[in-house]
């Protein structure tokens, strides 16, 4: 595998990583406004649709895990990037 393909994975790695992480957390604060707006309204608007409101903590759990997995991918994504650098570096020092 050459240096720069290496490279290029780690960078596209953390471009994924990074978009996953904007999307879990846009997720994350969806749902918590939705809850916020839940407990604000009166019990008996609640009684009417009860399935949305136990549906949400598994939306959110989700959404949780999304960002773990998307952080993990980061810090993944960014070793590549370093051990790319690192090979480089070495090789640079060799030829010199």
């Keep these: 595998m050459e240096i720069q393909s290496a490279f290029n994975a780690g960078v596209?790695?953390?471009?994924t990583a990074t978009e996953e992480a904007s999307r879990a957390a846009s997720d994350i604060a969806r749902s918590t406004a939705v809850d916020a707006e839940a407990s604000a309204e009166p019990?008996?608007?609640n009684t009417?649709?009860?399935?949305?409101?136990?549906?949400?903590?598994?939306g959110l759990t989700e959404s949780i895990v999304n960002l773990?997995?998307?952080?993990?991918?980061?810090?993944?994504?960014?070793?590549?990037?370093?051990?790319?650098?690192?090979n480089l570096g070495t090789l640079i020092d060799v030829r010199v």
């Design 68 to 86: 773990r997995v998307a952080e993990v991918q980061a810090q993944a994504s960014a070793e590549v990037i370093q051990s790319a650098d690192e």
């Design 48 to 58: 009417s649709s009860p399935s949305s409101v136990t549906n949400e903590p598994n």
């Design 12 to 15: 596209q790695g953390f471009q």
């Design 43 to 45: 019990v008996a608007s």
